[in-house]
């Protein structure tokens, strides 16, 4: 089990200047990434503190595990044993000024260096478990029926593209393809008018199972080393036209952007709370992702929020708009859950592997996660503090999605920036 | 272009014994895959030659490629010329009997190696385009409109799991799951009752294409190094239940099995023939999935075949039945067609991505490429020779796929095996 211990001390400082009260990765944070110095320079592991980062691979000798190379892999392969072995230290060396004359040379401006991809990712999955998000995506298909009868059994989920994920800040190009008018009597292609973000946790998968060996749900935890922010970028119209039967593929598969430092989920333990009781007459979810212990802390104490940037709100100066804010808790099956039911078939899982919550939309229209929602699919546009007009994105508007994990007695850690500006079409 | 060369001379012998003749691997083939002497030796490349394969690592320096590592991706990676000039020099070396003391002792025979997937697969991507397949699928959901509307304008596809992705000859465990029989009120969970095959063509992809970048029809033919056999292993009961609204995932992502040799471009280029003409009526294809060469020579004459040994059959030493036997022409789209869909929308391909064709199904019971439509949804068992009835697979059987390209006047060549046992549930 993941422990709360004197790594998390609200009271815990740190010499490097600025990370106390920082408001993403003060000392009880603690996120891996992987950095270069300048765009092409050598990749290496580093962990994030304040507004700088500890090169990793520079101190070597003082951790408890060897850390090199340009992924975190290996990291994220290791056992929680293991990984909480070198939280500790991170905490230490970090707290304790009699390392700083030695650590402080391997200390970088965050802002100077280039964030990379924290791991290879071998296969990419995403999920649908924002319930609200189910709801208001199929109320727009199905009046009276949004909900299929699989989803209160089956954690729905589907196989995306790995190798477009890109981390914050590399833009986006406005994709082309096929969609087709309602109007006309075939399809058109040409650059997506109907381009819409989506809000996500990702998970990254640490220690893996073997081929034909499911991983028991009271097991899953022990395979999750981390999280992240995920924008699961959409063609809407795209994926009307593509997406049956088979499900939806250029729709999604052309760039997801992720928020490059990997929050461990040691760093979480504080923020762990019960997942959300299931409505009055839901059916009880089968033994085989059923877990007491997961429903007692399997939830995230995690508040997200999506904000928007035009070119038009730049050129004013204007702070970015918020799109909309609400807790990571309106899932409706765990990330235990859906990691267990990801292996229960046997799939085997990697170290690096890569899983999308889905978009987790709030109830309420101030907490949708998609354009798609908040628009009620491009009838009821949002007005900008400009002026402008949304339904779905323009080229040069920016995509800023960004979480906090809050729990009273504890200092709050972010995710750290997740964020891309959309390109014209090529 | 591909074009026909000395290489391909029906003319042309081997020095190395069986090789002339040899029903999948004479001299006109040469398919690259990786191997091990044991199971846990060293992976090295290689190529086929009758039942033997040379180590192209041990003879390195009379190669114009260097040709280390456990994968392949490097050599798929390769311009096709460079991958032509490799192709003519391992010709030249296994036919001019001056070579044979310098490469005999790199010979091993085929029988006594363990054979590795050839490449790391980046991601593995499944299409739809056997369009008797469709309308058989399709037929058993909805009779009277079997073909989606946007069939005949999209490649349909979709992102598989390329983890499970396993060579020729390593068992498949039944897989457990969720299904929901037609008279419950709620799912059970259990060894999957509708275990089946799927006999599809695997594409392997060479040089890549950068983010954002589309890969013109024109050139897709560059960017596809060669071909195997690709088994998709479906579970039918898990796929009814739980593929709306994003498609299959579970039902296939257990397990998928492919021939270990990679069939290159080069050495299919004499049984290239004319895509087979559309329909009266139906759409002429968008124009970035239109090339009027693709049209004159984007199929392959590739004679498919699939073959059943059940336990029982074994015991009583009969030979495999053969289930099915079909033309691979029998798909909407070409494989360039597929590979310029993907990547319309920018989405990067990468060296070693694997696409699967989907399955290819003739339009006649004896061509149908799965059980699923052999046996009409399980409702028409097939009976074998030993009296045993099959609608889907049972413990101990195994399916066998294989294809040989034929054309008049040339060599034909084969595919090599892919064939896989089913083993109990765990």
């Not at 892999?73 to 929680?80: D, E, G, R, T, V």
């Not at 190798?163 to 833009?171: A, D, E, K, Q, T």
């Not at 999604?252 to 490059?260: A, D, G, V």
Request: net charge negative; charged share 20%; with cysteine.
């Amino acid at each position: 089990m993941i422990t709360i211990d004197a790594t998390h001390d609200p009271a815990l400082k740190s010499w490097v200047p600025g990370a106390d009260g920082h408001p993403d990765f003060p000392i009880q944070n603690l996120p891996y990434g992987i950095f270069s110095l300048g765009a092409d320079g050598e990749k290496r592991p580093a962990v994030a503190i304040g507004d700088k980062l500890l090169d990793l691979s520079a101190i070597s000798g003082l951790l408890p595990v060897e850390l090199r190379g340009p992924t975190l892999n290996a990291l994220l392969a290791l056992p929680a044993e293991r990984r909480l072995a070198l939280r500790r230290k991170l905490s230490e060396l970090l707290s304790n000024e009699n390392h700083r004359p030695a650590l402080e040379p391997h200390l970088h401006d965050r802002s100077a260096v280039t964030m990379h991809l924290p791991a290879a990712i071998g296969d990419y999955t995403d999920f649908y478990v924002g319930i609200h998000h189910a709801n208001n995506i199929g109320r727009q298909f199905r009046p009276d029926n949004p909900l299929l009868p699989n989803y209160k059994y089956v954690p729905i989920g589907y196989h995306g593209r790995a190798s477009s994920i890109r981390p914050s800040g590399v833009p986006l190009v406005r994709p082309k393809g096929q969609r087709k008018p309602p109007e006309a009597d075939a399809p058109v292609v040409g650059p997506s008018a109907r381009l819409d973000y989506e809000l996500e946790l990702g998970v990254w998968i640490g220690r893996g199972n073997d081929l034909g060996e499911p991983i028991p749900i009271a097991e899953a935890a022990d395979h999750i080393a981390g999280f992240c922010l995920l924008n699961d970028w959409s063609a809407r119209d795209f994926q009307a036209w593509e997406y049956q039967p088979l499900g939806p593929f250029l729709a999604k598969n052309f760039q997801s952007t992720i928020s490059p430092w990997v929050v461990t989920a040691e760093a979480l333990a504080p923020f762990r709370i019960a997942q959300p009781a299931r409505p009055e007459g839901d059916p009880k979810p089968l033994p085989y992702l059923w877990d007491e212990d997961d429903q007692a802390a399997g939830a995230l104490g995690v508040e997200l929020e999506v904000q928007l940037l035009t070119a038009k709100m730049r050129e004013q100066g204007l702070p970015p708009h918020r799109l909309s804010k609400g807790p990571a808790s309106n899932m409706y099956w765990t990330v235990a859950q859906i990691v267990a039911h990801h292996a229960s078939n046997g799939c085997n899982l990697q170290p690096g592997d890569l899983l999308g919550t889905g978009t987790i939309s709030a109830p309420t229209d101030d907490g949708f996660g998609s354009l798609m929602e908040i628009s009620r699919g491009g009838t009821r546009p949002v007005t900008l503090p400009t002026g402008e007009e949304r339904s779905f994105l323009q080229d040069g508007d920016e995509i800023l999605l960004s979480a906090t994990a809050r729990a009273e007695g504890y200092v709050p850690i972010g995710f750290g920036e997740c964020r891309a500006v959309v390109l014209p079409a090529r």
